[in-house]
């Protein structure tokens, strides 16, 4: 073999090694650089798309955030974050005044903790399962086959984040004097009122007063209700009057 076919072989070899290396070395890292990079790209457009997803979102909440502050606010005034009773009792004083109704006397109890309401099922219906005695008197014939169905109590509506450690109820009891008919709206605008009261009980009888002819004596009673701010104590708030 002469030496320019070695030199010609040589040279192959070395074009086969040169462009291997190059393929190692340059263009393989550069291709996966590459990929990398659209790899990145792609996710940084999909947390674009998710952030102005969020931003809309955030833009039209915001619009309403003006109806929610009011909402709220109203809200707060009628379940509040203490008890507020001498705030309570000036609004009991303007009520009186509007329906000219004279309050007497208001007793508040000491504050009792929320109890969270028990669901009990409902007993089974004696008589009229398949397995009811054989004995049993048949219905009359002019009885009809299908009564009615019952009016179905609605549903029970709780909150897991309402607990006897946040929410409590405060008892009052107002003892009033009026005509009969004012007693009633007096009443209607405790339960309507700003604050909400849960009127419980009420009773009226003739006015130990023989002179207020056209009058009644009048207790009522019922509830006022808190739900405690973050970090306040149930235990002191219900001592408070």
Known sequence: MDSNRLWSIGAGLAMVV???LGWF???QPQLSSATLASDDLAATQTRNDASSASIAKLKTDFEGITKLTRDAAVLRESVPSSAQISAFVTDLDYLAGEHQVEVNSITVSDAKAYTPPVVVAAAP???NSATSSPTATPAPTNVPVSAPAAPTAP???TNPKITAANFIAIPVQLSLKGPYLKVLEFVKGLQTGPRLFLVTTMSTKPPADKTAAGS???????FVYVILANGASATSEASTK
């Open 18 to 20: 040169v462009v291997v």
């Open 25 to 27: 070395l340059g263009i």
């Open 125 to 127: 219906a004696v008589g």
């Open 155 to 157: 549903g029970l509506v």
């Open 216 to 222: 009644v004596d009048a207790t009522v009673g019922g």
